[in-house]
């Protein structure tokens, strides 16, 4: 039993050695890239939100502008992460309390298929479809709860499937943009995406940054993935 103790202890120690640390350079200059781009961003985006209120309020689902969800950020700290809603109001509690579509909200991987959801608003498939919905996410960047680039934030569920990489996982700041999402996004599945996230913590740098913003933006104009 003693020995079963050490060799978890061990393993535990060991996976936290293997985090790469990043320098203050980095984290110095992808906090101002953040900040600028996101500032820059939610100005430019402003016709989008007016838009999208006018849709909401005047829609045939009338209800708040943003879907704020409490999604896990750096270190295990929550956050609300803010969305345009595209779904019903309550919608969460809706999934939650229908046993059946819960479970298979789980078995594929913490979605449905927006065809077979019935939270999600016909306006919400226009948003999900163009990931316009995703634009208010700037403001959680310009915040700091996120970062441009980053493994995406997860909902508290789904931190089980990282297992025992998640401090790996949660040692840095959560993104809009990430490995997985131009690697093909709701395509790609657990345990695919865990590696792929986790691959971006071991060789994040400035310019590897750059190149997954821009295969990011190349994937949104291809729509792959999204919904």
Same mark, same amino acid.
């Given at each position: ?15 936290? !050695? ?5 320098? =203050? ?79 298979? @909200? ?13 939270? &999600?608003?016909? *306006? ?7 990931? &316009? ?8 960047? *310009? ?18 499937? @990282? ?6 996982? =949660? ?11 131009? !690697? ?34 190349? !994937? ?6 999204? @919904?």
């Amino acid at each position: 039993m003693q020995n079963q103790i050490e060799e978890t202890e061990s393993t535990e120690i060991m996976e936290k !050695s293997q985090i790469k640390k990043q320098s =203050l350079t980095y984290l110095f200059f992808k906090r101002l890239t953040d900040s600028v781009l996101s500032l820059l961003a939610l100005i430019g985006f402003s016709p989008v939100f007016l838009g999208v209120w006018i849709a909401n309020r005047f829609g045939d689902n009338k209800g708040p502008l943003f879907f704020k969800q409490t999604r896990i950020g750096k270190n295990g700290k929550p956050f609300k992460m803010y969305k345009f809603r595209s779904m019903i109001v309550n919608a969460d509690e809706i999934l939650h309390s229908n046993i059946e579509l819960y479970e298979k @909200y789980v078995e594929n991987n913490y979605k449905l298929e927006p065809d077979e959801d019935p939270r &999600i608003t016909k *306006l919400g498939r226009w948003l999900r479809r163009t990931s &316009i919905d995703e634009i208010p996410q700037f403001i959680n960047i *310009l915040k700091g709860d996120m970062s441009i680039v980053g493994p995406r934030p997860v909902v508290k569920e789904e931190l089980k499937e @990282y297992g025992d990489r998640v401090d790996k996982f =949660l040692s840095v700041k959560p993104g809009a943009m990430g490995l997985w999402q131009a !690697s093909g996004r709701s395509n790609i599945g657990y345990p695919e995406r865990c590696d792929l996230e986790l691959s971006y913590v071991d060789h994040a740098s400035y310019w590897y940054d750059v190149k997954i913003m821009f295969k990011n933006i190349i !994937s949104i104009f291809k729509n792959t993935g999204a @919904y």
